[in-house]
């Protein structure tokens, strides 16, 4: 057990500026930012605010600067960082909206701008559908890696383009797009390569890459920025050849009603019955319950 200070630089929607706090917080090993935060919280100022979910690096939701790197605080371990002082502050390159919560109303604005869903031409079976669409697993690992975004927001805060250009779509927005550019079953091509060829898009990139050193889920958007120049180039040199859009899966068979008469009807599990299932298997650690 030791002592860390957390010295937050809070922002004050009333006074529109930056006041300084600071928390001695007693640490113990395998405490994070977060639970520091939460502490704080209980036990010592409870006007501290910040956003927070699931604790668990998936909603996206505690994205903050920590000593000066954009980062999630419910992965990032106090005692990992090896600093008797931490220093937090909202993330950069969005308006603050009080302490440490920031405002994504122009993040998420930017992402509807890209149309981020699959695109078909038959709308109709796009909007009620009856059947999956067929992918295979090659079409599946062209994108899978730009598809692991949790919209957290790093990227943008660690993104210069974004700090000096309002306007620029950013790493997370082109990064999805050609997530689904790329995509077998979208249609969209035209469209898509359209938004990305601005001024204000592929081209406002500098190839900082600083969108992906912070990410938290490893994907690449500098890469994905690069990769939508290349077929922005192919398309205006008319080298372009799109992609195999895939096709509706069949339609599944009828219930083989002779497989149902040899084994009987699949069980129905319910909660009644829950317990003697569990007691069946064996998985019931509880005495009591035995």
């Known amino acids: 057990m030791k002592n860390v200070i957390f010295r937050l630089r809070r922002w004050d929607p009333d006074t529109k500026s930056y006041i300084q ?31 927070a979910s699931c604790r668990m690096g998936l909603c996206g939701s ?24 931490i220093t937090l502050e909202p993330l ?12 994504f109303h122009a993040f998420f604005e930017k992402q509807r701008m890209i149309k981020p869903y699959i695109i ?28 692991m975004c949790i919209t957290c927001g790093l990227c943008y805060s660690a993104c210069p383009t974004t700090s000096t250009d309002p306007r620029y779509l950013g790493p997370q927005a082109l990064m999805n797009l050609y997530r689904f550019l790329i995509d077998s079953r979208d249609y ?39 990769l939508l120049r290349r077929e922005i180039l192919r398309k205006s040199l ?16 009828p219930k083989n009603k002779s497989i149902y008469r040899a084994f009987g009807e699949a069980p129905k599990f319910t909660i009644e019955k829950a317990e003697e299932k569990a ?9 009591r319950l035995r």
């Open 21 to 51: 706090s600071e928390y001695e917080i007693p640490v113990r090993r395998g405490m994070t930012i977060l639970d520091g935060l939460i502490w704080i919280k209980e036990y010592k100022d409870r006007t501290v605010s910040y956003r």
């Open 62 to 85: 505690c994205g903050m600067v920590v000593n000066g790197r954009p980062m999630l605080a419910c992965e990032t371990q106090i005692l990992h960082l090896e600093k008797d002082v």
């Open 92 to 103: 950069y390159n969005y308006e603050p909206i009080r302490d440490l919560v920031s405002d």
């Open 238 to 253: 008319k080298l372009y050849r799109g992609k195999r859009i895939t096709d509706l899966a069949p339609p599944l068979p």
């Open 188 to 226: 969209a091509d035209k469209i898509r390569l359209e938004i990305a060829d601005q001024v204000d898009g592929v081209w406002g990139c500098h190839l900082a890459t600083g969108c992906s050193e912070v990410c938290p889920k490893g994907d690449d958007p500098a890469l994905a920025i690069q």
């Open 120 to 147: 078909r031409e038959d709308i109709e079976e796009q909007i009620n559908p009856t059947r999956e669409y067929i992918q295979s697993k090659e079409e599946w690992n062209l994108y899978i890696q730009f598809a």
């Open 279 to 287: 007691r069946e298997f064996d998985i019931l650690e509880d005495e």
